[in-house]
C-alpha cells in the first residue's frame, strides 16, 4: 500500500478521537520507529509504496491507538531530556513539563555548586521510568544521583533506562510513606509525586485514565498532600544546611504547597510556571 495512503486511514479512523495534528503526530513518530522513515518522506516521496511486513506494525498500532493506547507504551520507548527511555504500563510516560524541572534542578547546581570537585548527591523520590534522576546523572556527570520507588516493577524499566543512557544511579525500593532512614544526606531532593486529586479525573484524558498507573497519579481528595507532608519532612533530616528540595506540583494547590514547606522550616520559596501558564514546580530551601 502507499504509505500517503496509510496516512489518509489514520485520519479516518482516529480524527474523532484524537486533533487532526495529533494524528499526524502519532504516523510520523510510528513510521519513525517502525520504518526508520523521516517526517518529509512524504513530500520527497509520495508514491513510496510498503510491503505488507513493512505495513503490519502500522495497522497494528492503529488498532491500539482506536483503543486510546498512549503512543509511547504502543512503541515502548519515549524521548525526554533528548535522552531516549523505555516506558510500560508499571510507570508514568514522562511530560515535557517535567523536563523544565530537571532543566531548574541542573541550572541551580551548576549555579549554587560551583566547585566541580564537590559531589553533589540527589535523591529522587518515586522515580518511575528514572527520567528525572537518569537526566540529572546524565547532565551533571559530577554529581552521585540516587533514585527511590515504592515500585519493584517501576524500578526494573528505570535500571534498564540508567543502563540505556549509560549513567550510574543507585536505585532504591521503598516506601516514602513508611519512613526510612538513610546513613548520609543529600544536597538537592526532588520528586514528581502523586498529584492528581479524584475529583479531577474527570478534567483528563480516557488514554491516562485507562493505561496510566493509578499508583502513580492519584491520591484522595481529602488528603491531596499526603505525599508532599512525607516528602517535606524526610528531607528535613536528610538534606543538608541550605539543601534544596523540588517538586512538581498540582497547579491547584500551589498555595497550600507553599504553605507546607514554610511549616517545615523551608524558605527562599519559589513557584513557577510551566510552558502552559500553569503553577508546576516548587523549591525551598532548608534554613
Known amino acids: 500500500m502507499v504509505l500517503k495512503e496509510i496516512k489518509n486511514i489514520y485520519h479516518k479512523e482516529l480524527d474523532a478521537l484524537y486533533a487532526s495534528e495529533e494524528v499526524d503526530s502519532f504516523f510520523y513518530l510510528l513510521i519513525d520507529h ?84 564537590k559531589n553533589i548527591r540527589i535523591l529522587d523520590i518515586g522515580t518511575g521510568s528514572g527520567c528525572i534522576a537518569i537526566s540529572l546523572a546524565k547532565y ?62 474527570k478534567e483528563m484524558h480516557k488514554n491516562v485514565l485507562e493505561h496510566e498507573p493509578d499508583l502513580a497519579l492519584f491520591v484522595s481528595d481529602e488528603n491531596p498532600l499526603i505525599f508532599y507532608e512525607a516528602i517535606t519532612k524526610f528531607a528535613k533530616h536528610h538534606l543538608l544546611e541550605k539543601g534544596r528540595l523540588f517538586f512538581e506540583i498540582n497547579q491547584y494547590l500551589a498555595k497550600e504547597t507553599e504553605a507546607l514547606l514554610l511549616q517545615h522550616n523551608f524558605s527562599e520559596i519559589e513557584v513557577r510556571k510551566d510552558m502552559f501558564g500553569n503553577d508546576r514546580m516548587t523549591k525551598g530551601i532548608l534554613r
Open 140 to 201: 551533571l556527570p559530577d554529581a552521585q544521583v540516587f533514585a527511590l520507588d515504592v515500585s519493584a516493577n517501576a524500578l526494573q524499566m528505570a535500571k534498564n533506562n540508567a543502563a540505556l543512557n549509560s549513567v550510574k544511579v543507585e536505585f532504591i525500593e521503598a516506601d516514602i510513606l513508611n519512613g526510612g532512614t538513610f546513613a548520609s544526606d543529600f544536597d538537592v531532593i526532588v520528586s514528581n509525586p502523586p498529584y492528581v486529586r479524584q475529583l479531577e479525573k
Open 34 to 117: 517502525y520504518l526508520q522513515l523521516e517526517r518529509f518522506v512524504l513530500a520527497l516521496q509520495p508514491n513510496l509504496t510498503l510491503t505488507k511486513e513493512e505495513e503490519q506494525p502500522l495497522f497494528e498500532a492503529l488498532t491500539e491507538l482506536k483503543l486510546q493506547r498512549p503512543v509511547q507504551y504502543i512503541m515502548g520507548e519515549t524521548s525526554f531530556m533528548d535522552l531516549d527511555f523505555k516506558v510500560n504500563e508499571h510507570v508514568l510516560i514522562p511530560r515535557p513539563e517535567t523536563e523544565e524541572l530537571v532543566r531548574w534542578i541542573i541550572d541551580e547546581v551548576e549555579t549554587e555548586y560551583t566547585d566541580k570537585n
